[in-house]
């Protein structure tokens, strides 16, 4: 059964900092290509962007309103995947997925960025 | 960078009556090794993404027949053959052929 857990998700000022993490079981971790998705409240899906097996070459690929603030990484040691959050917005709050592109999903984890 | 446009954007369905979702890109979705990375997920309220359809026509392990996905190039169809009460939700095209990946905005199902 394939398993995606999030967490590290909580409250956090604008202009702060905050890491999640993702730990994945129930399939071929290595292999996969791995993907944080996030929905704002009352919003659609929005990609925030996925990183490619080793095999593939594991390129990182940002969607543009994170790209220089969010930073995924993998560790396949470990079958998890993280996703540090800088320069937290507002607009940054909802609640984040990660993805086992594209077949799995986790039940997610809220962000909130408030004062 | 891929848009995906969805129409209609909500559709109220009456029950084993069928929906069809569009789904158009703004570039052909088909990867340089063939393949076209199109999917479809579901969203009940209060859930988590869910895959019902990949690569534009396969359907996921344990996703009902009625559920089927059509199309090719820039052009996407997902239909329900008879709408069921459980089919309530938001559905979501989504590419993964090239980088940035990207959802369509949504499509809300509910019954009439």
């Known amino acids: 059964e394939i398993q995606l857990v999030e967490s590290g998700g909580g409250l956090v000022k604008p202009g702060g900092s905050l890491r999640l993490s993702c730990a994945a079981s129930g399939f071929t971790f290595s292999s996969a290509y791995m993907g944080w998705v996030r929905q704002a409240p009352g919003k659609g899906l929005e990609w925030v962007g996925h990183?490619?097996?080793?095999?593939?070459?594991?390129?990182?690929d940002y969607a543009a309103p994170v790209k220089g603030r969010f930073t995924i990484s993998r560790d396949d040691s470990k079958n998890a995947v993280y996703l540090q959050m800088n320069s937290l917005k507002p607009e940054d709050t909802g609640v984040y997925y990660c993805?086992?592109?594209?077949?799995?999903w986790g039940q997610g984890i809220l962000v909130t960025v408030s004062s | 960078d891929i848009v995906l446009t969805q129409t209609p954007l909500s559709s109220p369905v009456t029950l084993g009556q069928p929906a069809s979702i569009s789904c158009r890109s703004s570039q052909s979705l088909v990867h340089g090794n063939g393949n076209t990375y199109l999917h479809w997920l579901q969203q009940r309220p209060g859930q988590p993404p869910r895959l019902l359809i990949y690569?534009?026509?396969s359907r996921f392990s344990g996703v009902p027949d009625r559920f089927s996905g059509s199309g090719a190039g820039t052009d996407f169809t997902l239909k329900i053959s008879r709408v069921e009460r459980e089919d309530v939700g938001v559905y979501y095209c989504v590419q993964t052929t090239r980088a940035p990946y990207a959802f369509g905005q949504g499509t809300k199902l509910d019954i009439k």
């Open positions: 690569e534009v026509s």
């Open positions: 993805t086992w592109v594209i077949p799995g």
């Open positions: 990183v490619e097996s080793k095999n593939d070459g594991g390129t990182i």
